[in-house]
């Protein structure tokens, strides 16, 4: 009983953050959940978790969605999500999360690069982004940092990123959870405990809006480059480790 209220104590702190820079939850929730339902246990959930967290935003920043690009994104990301998930099976995910590692601390210089010379991605490039991001989504546990420089370089910041991130990744892990459903990994037990851990991060998400309102653009990005910092560090942890 004890681990389980720090599961949802650590899902409530994970929620709160990923509803002020848009991701993070997957990466803070994981080892706990790893600790107390064992690692073939704790993707599943976390995919059912992360359901509900995607669902908090998307309600709480309902007003804001750009919903052009989540169509654009959504349109590909879905199906390929799907595949990505049918991959995990049968590829070893640590090379994955090698490259991953890589890709997250290279997009804190490039990530400035692009916003000193104002670049901006279109509609079109938001789709193929959405293709492979969607892909790695169903790979491997979290992407959220590879949708974070996707979004922002379409234009989108504060409650128009939180809000059509989320709404785009909600999409993207319905088809995961429907893919693990049908591969039988995520037995009646499992989805109990992955709404239970998600309640946590929905109220999480909650209690971060009004932190999200008071932030300036500039503390917004400082943030997101932190993110970024401890996005790469953790996958090459576990890819090594």
């Given at each position: 009983?004890?681990?389980?209220?720090?599961?949802?104590?650590?899902?409530?702190?994970?929620g709160?953050?990923?509803?002020?820079?848009g991701?993070g939850?997957?990466i803070?929730?994981?080892p706990?959940?790893v600790?107390?339902?064992?690692?073939?246990?704790a993707?599943p959930?976390?995919?059912?978790?992360?359901?509900?967290a995607n669902?908090?935003?998307?309600?709480?920043?309902?007003?804001?969605?750009n919903w052009?690009?989540?169509?654009?994104y959504?349109?590909?990301g879905?199906?390929?999500?799907?595949i990505?998930?049918?991959?995990?099976?049968?590829l070893?995910?640590?090379?994955?999360?090698?490259?991953?590692?890589m890709f997250?601390l290279?997009?804190i210089?490039?990530?400035?690069w692009?916003?000193?010379?104002?670049?901006?991605?279109?509609?079109?490039?938001?789709?193929?982004?959405?293709a492979?991001?969607?892909?790695?989504t169903?790979?491997v546990l979290?992407?959220?940092?590879?949708?974070v420089?996707?979004?922002?370089s379409?234009g989108l910041i504060?409650?128009?990123?939180l809000?059509?991130?989320a709404?785009?990744?909600?999409?993207?892990y319905?088809?995961?959870?429907?893919?693990?459903?049908?591969?039988?990994?995520?037995?009646?037990?499992?989805?109990?405990?992955?709404?239970?851990?998600?309640?946590?991060?929905?109220?999480?998400?909650?209690?971060?809006k009004s932190?999200?309102?008071?932030?300036?653009?500039?503390?917004?990005?400082?943030?997101l480059?932190?993110?970024?910092?401890?996005?790469?560090i953790?996958?090459?942890w576990a890819?090594?480790?």
């Amino acid at each position: 009983m004890g681990d389980y209220l720090f599961v949802l104590l650590v899902g409530f702190i994970a929620g709160a953050i990923s509803g002020v820079i848009g991701t993070g939850s997957s990466i803070m929730l994981l080892p706990v959940l790893v600790f107390t339902f064992g690692p073939k246990q704790a993707v599943p959930i976390m995919a059912v978790a992360a359901v509900m967290a995607n669902i908090s935003r998307v309600i709480a920043w309902w007003r804001e969605v750009n919903w052009r690009a989540f169509a654009a994104y959504s349109l590909t990301g879905v199906p390929a999500a799907a595949i990505g998930a049918r991959t995990l099976w049968i590829l070893p995910t640590h090379v994955v999360e090698i490259g991953l590692g890589m890709f997250f601390l290279s997009m804190i210089p490039v990530r400035h690069w692009l916003e000193a010379k104002k670049i901006h991605i279109r509609l079109w490039q938001l789709s193929v982004a959405g293709a492979v991001i969607g892909f790695l989504t169903g790979l491997v546990l979290s992407t959220g940092p590879l949708s974070v420089p996707a979004f922002t370089s379409y234009g989108l910041i504060k409650g128009a990123f939180l809000s059509t991130e989320a709404a785009s990744s909600l999409a993207l892990y319905v088809s995961k959870v429907v893919t693990f459903h049908e591969l039988g990994a995520l037995p009646t037990e499992m989805i109990v405990h992955g709404v239970i851990v998600g309640s946590s991060l929905m109220l999480g998400t909650f209690t971060a809006k009004s932190v999200v309102q008071r932030m300036s653009v500039v503390s917004f990005k400082f943030v997101l480059d932190i993110l970024l910092l401890c996005s790469g560090i953790s996958m090459l942890w576990a890819a090594f480790h």
